[in-house]
């Protein structure tokens, strides 16, 4: 029926396990301890609570449609507005989509933000007054935003941008890269 699900999620038993629901349901996830993945593989039909656990390199892995990923405190967010995730040290976008990462002043990641494989997949520090905010490139997609001392480590991702908020000092670092011919774009 359509208010029933299947499910043959059993702790015991390694590898995937399959759960079917329907739109109204609400599932809670807690991996417990460990450095666990939770893979979501549906766009935003349900309401879907992911709680990390005590590992340190918990990972959400996103739906394969374009996201939204709000970040709005320590390892804490939601995406598409319905899928809340809390003690996440790693957020994956699927490939091939457009994934967008907006931060706000409060929110932090300990581990990686990747877009994903293709795509074009978005970085966005959103406000905040900072007395230093320094950009580090470590490849053509990837690198470190620091915020005082507040470090977001990312890649798969194409532009990044600083919106809102103030910074006493701006440092843009290139001298990782090794190519010889850097390219950085200011605008306003």
């Known amino acids: 029926s359509d208010d029933a699900y299947q499910c043959d999620l059993d702790p015991g038993t390694a590898g995937d396990q399959t759960l079917i629901v329907t739109p109204q349901t609400v599932v809670t996830v807690d991996l417990g301890a460990g450095d666990d993945t939770l893979v979501v593989q549906f766009s935003d039909f349900i309401t879907v609570h992911y709680e990390g656990g005590a590992g340190a390199g918990d990972?959400?892995?996103?739906?394969?449609?374009?996201?939204?990923?709000?970040?709005?405190g320590p390892g804490t967010g939601t995406v598409n507005g319905t899928m809340h995730?809390?003690?996440?040290?790693?957020?994956?976008?699927?490939?091939?989509?457009?994934?967008?990462?907006?931060?706000?002043?409060?929110?932090?990641?300990?581990?990686?933000?990747?877009?994903g494989a293709g795509g074009f997949d978005t970085l966005v520090m959103q406000g905040g007054a900072y007395e230093t905010v320094m950009f580090t490139a470590l490849g053509p997609d990837s690198g470190r935003f620091a915020l005082d001392h507040t470090v977001i480590t990312y890649a798969g991702l194409e532009p990044t941008e600083a919106k809102g908020g103030t910074a006493e000092n701006v440092i843009i670092d290139l001298s990782t890269l090794d190519v010889s011919n850097d390219r950085a774009t200011l605008a306003r």
């Open 85 to 115: 995730f809390a003690g996440v040290e790693n957020l994956t976008g699927a490939a091939d989509n457009q994934d967008t990462f907006v931060f706000s002043a409060e929110g932090t990641l300990d581990g990686l933000v990747d877009g």
């Open 59 to 72: 990972t959400l892995a996103g739906p394969g449609v374009d996201s939204t990923w709000d970040v709005t």
